[in-house]
């Protein structure tokens, strides 16, 4: 009875790891022909939420029925126990920005993970509090995308690059998840409807869209401002138009888990905050309907 395994099924460090090792090692025995986790989707008010064990078997062989599901069982056991165990730790956009200000990007660019304004969640894309405490922080030489908001790109195609533009940018859905309009000024530094080729560890080889584009400089911080819903999974998804992340200080993006492959590599740290976008995990603030209750961590204290 959990809305998700704490860390999302994070497979670098974690609970989880031993127990994608334990599936794996299990698919080596006489029968078992699969074990597949499934870390749950707390964005998904259904009333089959939750993390799932699923483990394919020979039913032909003698025990192996009952094998699959001692299996099953165990690694669910495992999840369970470990529902507490959280490798995330999430920072306000005060105190990512805070880090942001001073950091040392000898090593490589800070990295600040937007978790709770992922679209590939079902977020909006369009929050506005991170950067906002961004440039009050004066954070300089920095990148931050994508700024889902079509309204915004349009008015900005409408211009040349090298204008300065003043606009309220973001925060058009429901501003009451992660902050509303931003009024900036800026220059705009890229027009583009281009697609692009990805070259990353998850969408290397692939083409990739965010439709109309736009980058605006304010204040040092170069905003991504796109069309497309899509969270942040490739570099090439801000190199296409004209920012190289390993060349920033820091590299604010939205996404949870997916951008740690291409990013990381790149990073000298990575932090991750909550801006109180719409994939929040304070799932508190959200109102589950068809979640079964008693849940965890709507429920703390359920026991089984």
């Not at 902050?179 to 583009?192: A, D, F, Q, R, Y």
Request: with cysteine; net charge negative.
């Amino acid at each position: 009875p959990m809305l998700d395994e704490i860390n999302g099924g994070r497979s670098d460090e974690g609970p989880m790891v031993p127990l994608y090792a334990k599936a794996r090692t299990a698919e080596e025995e006489p029968g078992i022909l699969a074990v597949s986790l499934n870390a749950g989707f707390s964005d998904a008010d259904i009333r089959d939420v939750g993390p799932t064990v699923t483990v394919t078997y020979d039913s032909l062989l003698g025990g192996a029925q009952a094998r699959a599901r001692a299996i099953a069982e165990d690694i669910a056991d495992g999840i369970w126990a470990a529902r507490f165990t959280s490798v995330n730790s999430y920072l306000s956009v005060e105190e990512a920005a805070d880090i942001a200000r001073g950091f040392d990007a000898s090593r490589g660019p800070l990295i600040i993970a937007d978790y709770a304004d992922n679209p590939g969640s079902g977020a909006y894309g369009d929050s506005t509090n991170l950067l906002k405490a961004m440039l009050d922080a004066g954070v300089k030489n920095a990148a931050f995308g994508p700024m889902i908001d079509p309204e915004a790109a349009a008015f900005l195609h409408a211009h040349r690059v090298g204008e300065r533009v003043s606009l309220a940018l973001g925060g058009k859905n429901d501003p009451a998840f992660g902050g509303g309009p931003l009024k900036v000024t800026g220059e705009i530094m890229h027009l583009s409807n281009d697609d692009m080729i990805c070259d990353g560890p998850i969408l290397g080889g692939l083409h990739h869209s965010y439709g109309t584009t736009a980058v605006l400089r304010v204040d040092g911080i170069d905003v991504l401002v796109v069309t497309a819903n899509s969270q942040m999974l490739d570099q090439q998804q801000f190199k296409a138009f004209g920012i190289m992340p390993a060349e920033k200080s820091v590299v604010a993006l939205k996404s949870m888990q997916h951008f740690r492959a291409a990013f990381e590599p790149i990073s000298g740290r990575v932090i991750v905050c909550d801006s109180g976008a719409l994939s929040t995990p304070r799932y508190e603030r959200r109102t589950y309907v068809n979640a079964p209750r008693p849940i965890f961590p709507l429920d703390p204290a359920l026991e089984l």
